[in-house]
């Protein structure tokens, strides 16, 4: 089965069913939300790729592999989060940080308190909260600002 | 909204197995302790409230753009 996803900026998208990633408890500020799209328009798009609301046309995140943009990144998952996506095995886990763009493109930061992680296999997705004060709800993606190589040498 | 007064040492406990402590009271500042099952999550508000917002802005500050220029610009 597939179904036609409006978005305003990738136009209508026919997408199998199969492909939609459930987030049972939505995204935090979009909490209707609990169907979304991974779009990923490869070289156009670089490393980054989007999460669209499948049923809100409006709705897209900017996402990208948060290794990219502070290669030592990890996370422990809480015990209440690997049930919430039935993760069998880490193996099994995708994580995304959210990019947030205000202005100019090359001003550009990740969420890195709060990633996303995608259950690929089973397509379940949540957002989750962290709790460490080296990952900063506004990383800059291109080093332009001073924060960016605080903690460094 | 239910309103209590506690003393430092003492607990509140919700719904059975959530036990919270007043640790520390100093000037406007108020340390307690959470003993909580490992299901239930447990966070500042404000840093709910800031993801929230974060969203907000996420989701709808981008214009449609080649992203991959970009990144390739940056390097």
């Not at chain 1, 095995?89 to 947030?100: K, L, R, T």
């Not at chain 1, 962290?130 to 040498?153: C, H, K, Q």
Request: hydrophobic fraction near 40%; glycine fraction near 6%.
């Amino acid at each position: 089965m597939s179904l036609k996803v409006n978005t305003i900026r990738f136009g209508t998208l026919e997408v199998c069913e199969e492909k939609i990633i459930s987030f049972p408890y939505g995204i935090p500020g979009f909490p209707q939300l609990t169907r979304f799209i991974y779009i990923d328009r490869g070289e156009q798009d670089g490393p980054f790729a989007w999460l669209q609301a499948v049923d809100d046309p409006d709705i897209a995140f900017i996402i990208v592999n948060p290794t990219i943009v502070k290669p030592d990144y990890q996370i422990v998952l809480a015990e209440q989060d690997i049930a919430d996506i039935d993760l069998a095995d880490a193996s099994e886990a995708e994580v995304f940080v959210i990019v947030s763009i205000r202005g100019e493109l090359k001003h550009a930061t990740v969420n890195l308190c709060a990633p996303v992680i995608i259950n690929v296999p089973k397509r379940k997705g949540k957002q989750i909260v962290l709790d460490n004060p080296d990952y900063p709800l506004r990383y800059p993606v291109f080093g332009s600002e001073p924060s960016r190589t605080e903690g460094v040498g | 909204m239910l309103i209590l007064t506690r003393k430092k040492d003492e607990k509140i406990v919700i719904d059975g197995n959530i036990e919270i402590t007043v640790i520390e009271i100093r000037g406007d500042q108020v340390r307690l302790g959470i003993k909580a099952p490992k299901h239930v999550s447990i966070h500042r508000k404000e840093i709910l409230d800031a993801i929230e917002a974060e969203n907000k802005q996420a989701a709808t500050s981008q214009v449609k753009v080649a992203l991959g220029d970009l990144w390739k610009k940056r390097l």
